[in-house]
């Protein structure tokens, strides 16, 4: 497994404020100052040796540093390569304001909802994009396309994704199932092996019933994915290949807003690169699938009047034309 062991990359500079906040609520106390300490001081770590900024935050350099491997970086000097790109653009608070908007408050108007939707989804998009592991993700696609069984657990506002992904699979002859029911899932993850992969998928990595069903396939002998915003959650590090992707949460339910749309970028890219592994077998089972459903869909305006043109009226000796 070691091949689909993730490396530490730092993650997009644009990023680094909303990871912060992001991840701040849920922190060790330790790391917690720091992170407050910077969204106060936005300019110290361009200003501060590591040393340093343990002492203004009374913490330690080894704090700092997990503090940064928390965020996605390698360590305190890309954090600091970062946060000078982000400030490049000027103060990072305002920054903030003018690329992401701000929470939704009673009076905004629908145009302004609009500008704020558009701008948060469009930027989450982006950094995912940035920090997508491309020779990770073709590994894990590969993996899948030559799987003997496909397990995808997810729970609530997850469950879609995994329900997703799994027909999608399933389309183009991978034997893939999603489990949302605990026992359910155990009982299949109970069941893999060497030759099977098992992906949980959780916004926050902490949902407690999908990392119960990942653990007990990787226990099995399962490659275990993680797909999660949080670098640092107990799914990720649980798991043997983790993706991450990056979500703006200032929203009421930042589950069912930003995150299902970077979940389904990478669940979009999973399915292709899965499809091109073998792309003869991928497009047979797509026209044969396409054949079985097509008696059930009604025809197109342009196909009924083309059906109708060729057929020809006669006579019912009453003056009448009838088809």
């Known amino acids: 497994m070691s091949a689909f062991t993730t490396p530490a990359s730092a993650a997009t500079s644009a990023g680094v404020v909303n990871r912060i906040q992001a991840k701040l609520p849920d922190m060790p106390a330790a790391m917690a100052k720091i992170g407050a300490y910077l969204l106060e001081h936005p300019q110290a770590p361009l200003e501060l040796s590591i040393m340093e900024l343990a ?23 890309p954090f600091r390569v970062s946060i000078a790109s982000d400030l490049g653009r000027s103060d990072a608070r305002e920054s903030w304001k003018a690329d992401i908007g701000r929470a939704f408050g009673p009076d905004d108007s629908p145009r302004d909802v609009l500008s704020t939707l558009v701008n948060a989804h ?34 609530g506002g997850s469950a879609v994704m995994a329900k997703e992904l799994q027909s999608r699979l399933y389309r183009i002859g991978i034997n893939a199932h999603h489990w949302s029911e605990v026992h359910a899932g155990l009982t299949s993850a109970a069941i893999q092996d060497s030759g099977t992969v098992a992906i949980g998928i959780s916004n926050t990595g ?10 007990e396939a ?17 799914l990720a590090e649980s798991a043997d290949a983790s993706i991450i992707t990056s979500v703006h949460e200032q929203f009421l339910q930042p589950d069912d807003l930003s995150a299902k749309h970077v979940q389904l970028l990478v669940l979009d890219l999973i399915y292709l690169l899965v499809a091109q592994v073998n792309f003869a077998k991928t497009t047979s089972k797509l026209a044969a ?25 006669h006579k019912t000796g009453k003056g009448e034309d009838h088809f």
Not at 206 to 215: A, D, F, W
Not at 227 to 233: C, D, H, Q, W
């Open 55 to 77: 002492e203004q935050t009374k913490t330690s350099p080894a704090t700092v540093t997990r503090f940064c491997r928390l965020l996605g970086y390698a360590g305190y000097v």
């Open 122 to 155: 469009t930027r989450s998009l982006e950094e995912t994009a940035a920090v997508m592991d491309l020779a990770l993700m073709n590994k894990i696609a590969r993996r899948i396309a030559m799987s003997s069984h496909v397990d995808i657990y997810g729970i």
């Open 206 to 215: 902490r949902t407690e019933e999908t990392l119960q069903m990942l653990r």
């Open 218 to 234: 990787g226990e099995a002998g399962a490659l275990t994915v993680a797909l999660s915003n949080n670098p640092g959650s107990p």
């Open 289 to 313: 699938s396409a054949m079985a459903v097509s008696p059930h869909r009604r025809p197109t305006r342009a196909a009924r009047l083309e059906v109708s043109s060729h057929r020809t009226p």
